[in-house]
């Protein structure tokens, strides 16, 4: 390799007041001109050292830094860094800061016009071009650091250092930022070292990803070749096996490093930086006791989540102190993508997480790459909805469709511009989802064929992480997306498209996110988990009282958890939805149900329901038996056994017909009946889980590797107890939505 930039067996040490402290051992890197390298690791191995040592802000107590030939000795122009924060001239305004860097680089080289050019185009490249006259006190952090790049850029660096630098930025931004670092180290050919612990951000934008084992004596652990072709395209990789193959083996690092001895887990709680704020409950949870009895096997464990509003149920339940009553120390990490929830899941990075109602089932019949899950509980019905660029509506309106109110209308109009496109020799429109198995990817499906859109020829489909989907919107990757809240909402209030339905408008009170663990997690740690089931029923019992979702919306507006405006997350939350951005908002009481209709029950025919849509679009490699995968996966016994501490009504069975009710409905309990939300499917078609391959038949599947005949042999009739079997008269009583 082209020895550019040679980081020769540095190590550094710090004099402590118990002695020398060895923070990097032997760290030997070689960097290729134009290169692009991720530092990774956990907290406290070195990754900050390293980038001050190569700036030249330390020197090294053995080896050093040679930059062309020249050894590093302290800072200069041709290394630009950008810091965790921000370093901005606070008497300076956004504009000076910036030309501040360009007149010390090119006062010789640029003419005053082309420095005040140059730095224009910079801060347009962070978008920050609207707020040249500002002081530093008059931005937000994320702006103040969006600066900070600008600055970096604007100088030209023949090496860039970036340590964590798109951290404090939303997640649209972030998006940008990475998009536009991509173009500008394609077209300045600089090299480019940057911290982050983004795995998705690393394995996107590096050549070679240097993962660093834990400190003191921190070193380079493991290093990784990207072989992925650039320009990367962001959407293609969402997909691309050798994509998921580089972030599984950079995850795998981690969860490795992330396996140390109890000793050592305690040594570095305790000694945390200035900068974490940490509550010692240690002691309140060695002496607190759930509300079994029971000992919990595990006291800390780590949750993962996604930032949409239906993460509400962990988040209040940290936040309100349901984890806390139940004797468990509970960490929310917040993920990019659904992807890094079956990663983390799957290795015990996680101990459980928000999950997809199927994402569980697909680890049942090899689909997913993931370890077995279940679930014994969901967390809550409806809230996504079907977004579609503003030029594509105003095409959808030029149609002339005269009910662009419903869905069957939308769909004949889209039908009609996805026609005109292909008689006109056009590519197909690309439509987004969330996840291969999701409510999201089943429901759009399902509302397309019925408008007789065929998803696997007509169109492009293909995964986006939830908070990218705006941005894919804005730069027109995408034409439309099914995503959940508030991603809708804040396309729809930014003006950039115009939000067509609501999934519930599909599947009224659908099935959405479920709380799932590894089946080996739960086989490990009963007692735990009955303490989180506990903590989740009782946190959405308090989400569902009209009276908190204010505030609900008050906690998930945090930069840690959904990180979107109040106000933007209260239009779907308080039981309306944004469709248009000129028009007010419509009524949905239920758009959002975190409780109520029994929602935190863990249906089995809504498991059934899914395994069809995984047969009907070519996700089962085999006829499997759905009855046996819906026992082994969806766990409503724990849930009971959860409830039953809890004075909560539940039904007498475990599976229930769907499709059947147009508004409210009673069904019969174990001591009463229980009330139930409308149920339709758009279409009026009914599902009986009783025989899931008689529903299939109505449906055009032209996907499936197998025959229906192949399925009905794994699945014959009866195949399984309904709910209501014995009592389907008169339950249907109507007692109002």
Known sequence: MNSYLNIDHVSITFPTDNGPLNVLKDVDLKVAQGEFISLIGHSGCGKSTVLN???????????????????????????????????????????????????????????????????????????????????????????????????????????????????????????????????????????????????????????????????????????LHIDLPKPRNRLALAENPTYNHYRAEVVRFLHERHQQPEEEKTETTESTTEKDTVVDLSAWIKSAQPSTGKTLEKTHINLGFIPLTDCAPLVVAKEKGFFHQQGLNVELSRENSWANIRDKVSIGMLDGAQMHAAMPLASAVGASGSVPMVTSMSLDLNGNGITVSNEIYQRMVETGEPSLDTLAGCGRALRQVIDEDREAGGKPLMFATVFPYSSHNYLLRYWLASSGIDPDKDIQLSVVPPPQMVNYLQAGVISGFCVGEPWNTLAVCNGLGHTLAASYDIWNNHPEKVFGVASSWAAANPNTHQAVLMALIKASEWIDQEENRAEVCELLSQGRYVNAPKEILEKSMLGTFQLSKDEDAVERTDFNVFNSYSANFPWRSHAVWFLTQMARWGQLRGPVDMEDIARQIYRPELFRQAASTLDIQLPQEDMKAEGEHSSGWKLAGESGELEMGADLFFDGVSFNPQDPVGYLEQFPVSSLSFTLNALRETNPLPSMTLSNEDRQEPVTEEVGQ
């Open 53 to 223: 040592i190569v700036s030249g802000l330390l020197n090294a107590t053995e080896g050093g830094v040679i930059l062309e030939e020249r050894e590093v000795t302290e800072p200069g122009p041709d290394r630009a860094v950008v810091f965790q924060n921000h370093s901005l001239l606070p008497w300076l305004t956004v504009y000076d800061n910036v030309r501040l860097a360009v007149d010390q680089v090119f006062k010789k080289t640029k003419s005053k016009e082309e420095r005040h050019r140059w730095t224009l185009h910079n801060l347009e490249l962070v978008h920050m071009a609207h707020a040249l006259d500002r002081k530093p006190d008059e931005i937000s952090g994320g702006m103040k650091q969006r600066v900070g790049i600008a600055r970096a850029l604007a100088m030209e660096p023949k090496v860039l250092l970036m340590d964590e630098p798109f951290g404090a930025l939303d997640s649209l931004t972030r998006t940008h930022m990475q998009d536009s670092l991509m173009e500008i180290q394609a077209r300045l050919n600089n090299t480019v070292i940057m911290i982050t612990h983004d795995v998705d951000e690393a394995v996107l934008l590096s050549d070679r990803i240097i993962m660093m084992t834990n400190g003191p004596s921190a070193t380079v652990g493991e290093v």
